[in-house]
């Protein structure tokens, strides 16, 4: 489940006020979330949480669920 | 043996006859050795050996990376990316140099073996073990020489899947192959007199002249490229292969992002996936300037693609600045949007359209010309010949020289290929989804008309065959 804090980061980003952000949430599927966004998006992950993303991690993520699994495993 | 040749319609359908009566666990052989056939038909025959040359050495270095200790992994991916990348960097040298090498293909094939490693060693697809089933991912005969460039893990598993071909297929691959002939032959070469009298070095236009010079090229380069996608999936359909639907009507888009979500997605999807995702993933630490970078490099690798002239580097370089302008001033055109009262307005997207669409069209200046210079010098051309060819006759700055009767023949080619993609949009591709204009009563019938009708338009009314302009890519 997409913790809140993670949603909130995620949203500030793109300047949503709300979106239903689930486990099987893809990028596509969240508006304004594209190919040059992304980046911007999980650098302010990685600087909530306090943590730094492989490349190779990274390139490897399908949806949001795959991101909150990686996030707690690199603060756990 | 151009797509577009008698002898590559019979050679298809000898081979589809082939295909009927073969072994289906053997149909992988029977199709390779026809790709490998096909190709030798295109040059030298050293060409075919480049192809082998590359495929033995990804096939080979694949199942090296992933039997290998991850601390070995990153040197074998290096030396499979330098032996799969080699022959089209020595080939693309020759061309600066002045040599004039066939290279027909070897662009695509060479992208494909890349993605195909890189896939490995990230473990998004396995190493594929059968060499024949491998060698024939990267020799299929319909996507060989102009792409699509396709992923193992989409293609693969359909070659691994081969069987007999059925009719439902051969329906399929016989309108799409008919639709792509219709946009190459009724359409985009019809305007290959136009884009060749706006490029003439002895008479060079000026004025208006330039703009619908560039008009025709954006409209020439769209259906043949689009053609030849269509006629390369359509082939492949025959052999029950699904390839890669190059273009979804491009010069709709709004934004110049978009433009390359819609354009050439196989090669788009590539740079972005492995080129542009991991430059930019790398650079996050730069901040706002990461992702502008990323973009101009990964535009300017896509130019020098295209081939090492000028013009090309000119046009990626365009269309790189194009995309970081505009993660630069996302926010305040968003801004801009707003004061001006456009944010949520039925004109904006037109609006939006119509500018991205110019934008691309003073790119693909670049493209066509010979050199950057020349590009710029047309440009030039373009505003100090205005006044003068306003005063000029449509003769000699709407119809380019052709006369009035060819430029209308070219419009309405236009308008037809434009207006029947629209309706293959909501109507669903040959063989696709259906779309929500395929459940009236009427569409069925419409498709048989506008087949029989393409039919009639390719064999009568075709312009005298041209090569296909991605080709020599």
Redesign the interface.
Known sequence: MISEKLRKVILAELELDDWDLQDDTTAGMVPGW???S???I??AVEDAFGVRFK??E???LQSLGELQALVERKTA | MPLTSPGAVAFALAVLALAWAWPPRRLWLLLLVSSYGFYATWGPAWLPGVLAFVTLAAWRLGLLIERAPEERRGGLLGLGLGLCLAPLLLLRGAGALGLDLPSVGVSYYCLQAVAYLLDVRQEVCAAEGHLGRFALHLAFFPKLVQGPIERAPRLLPQLQALSRPTLADFQAGAQLFLWGIFQKVVVADRLAPFVDAAWSPERPPEGLAVLVGAYFFAAQVYFDFAGYTDMALGLGRLFGVRLTQNFNSPYLSASIAEFWRRWHVSLSTWLLDYLFRPMQLGLRDWRTWGTPVALVATFLVSGAWHGTGTGFLAWGLLHGLYLASSVLTARARKSLLRSLGLAGSPWLRPLQVALTFHLVCLSWVFFRAPSAGAALLALRRLVSGLPASLAQGLETWLYLGQGRAPFLAAVAAVAAGSALRAWLRRAGEPGGAAGPLARAWWSPWLRTALSSWMLYAVLFAGAAAQSFLYERF
């Open positions: 594209d190919s040059l992304h980046v911007r999980i650098s490349t190779a990274i390139v490897r």
